[in-house]
């Protein structure tokens, strides 16, 4: 199987980038992170680099497709924010999200991980059959039918946590039960809260059937989030995954 990788990284209308993205192949497992960081000024930042250049280190140094390498990765950066913390005062505060995926090409397998309200979609003939669930307040008033999705979104209450990277009480990451059996034309997509609420789940899944390529899906996609122009508009990044690059959805 070949993957096809890209990724897409933007401000919105913020004065700073607080996302991060990443990925890398190692013995034929191409490993894919996401991360969306907050605390004020410089910690956001500092937080989601540090997620992501640890998530991808520790999965280079241990390259295994499966649930308990991504749990260690992610709990091995959130032991490295927490390290920073108490070395810089003024980043105490700083947490972060994080969503990291590894695909075996080879064994056309993948599994991934979570903490926080960055999102993994997986896609199968254009239509989303896996989605991972936020670590959210509004999520768990979502589940249990007292709101929907559209009455929260673009609300604050919606960014809520109760659990991110930089806590030193964070519960352990949710990570896959088992690896999940990838075909040929499947596409992930790992994004941040501010890509994802700005569009749809029926926006993405039409712009994944119109699309030659994961460049021109990510783009599309821009696209509508810029048409829409939000005030204010959070950072947004999106990182997409094509299984059999250069085939349609």
């Known amino acids: 199987m070949q993957l096809g990788v890209t990724a897409l990284s933007r401000p919105g209308a913020r004065p700073a980038n607080e996302d991060a993205c990443g990925f890398l192949s190692r013995e034929g497992i191409c490993f894919c992170v996401v991360a969306d960081g907050a605390g004020g000024h410089r ?18 140094d241990n390259p295994r497709c499966d649930p308990e390498a991504l749990r260690h990765a992610i709990l091995a950066a959130n032991h490295a924010v927490l390290v920073e913390q108490r070395r810089d005062p003024q980043l105490a505060d700083m947490r972060a999200t994080v969503i990291a995926l590894a695909v075996d090409a080879q064994r056309s397998m ?18 989303v059959i896996q989605r991972t669930n936020d670590h959210s ?11 929907s999705a ?4 673009g609300s604050f209450q919606r960014a809520r946590l109760y659990a991110a990277l930089g806590d030193p009480d964070a519960p352990s990451p949710t990570v896959s039960a088992a690896a999940f059996a990838v075909r040929e034309g499947d596409a992930f ?3 941040t809260d501010g890509w994802w609420d700005s569009l749809d789940t029926q926006d993405i899944e039409r712009e994944l059937s119109n699309a030659a390529s994961a460049d021109d899906w990510l783009r599309a996609m821009e696209r509508e989030i810029i048409d829409r122009r939000r005030p204010g508009q959070d950072n947004y990044t999106a990182l997409a995954v094509w299984c059999n690059e250069g085939e349609g959805r």
């Open 43 to 60: 910690g956001g930042a500092t937080a989601s680099k540090i997620v992501v250049s640890r998530v991808l280190t520790w999965l280079r």
């Open 110 to 127: 993948a599994v991934w991980g979570h903490m926080g309200d960055s999102r993994l979609y997986l896609f199968r003939d254009s239509a």
């Open 137 to 147: 307040l509004a999520q768990q008033l979502i589940d249990t039918g007292y709101v």
């Open 150 to 153: 559209e009455d929260l979104r």
């Open 189 to 191: 997509l790992l994004c």
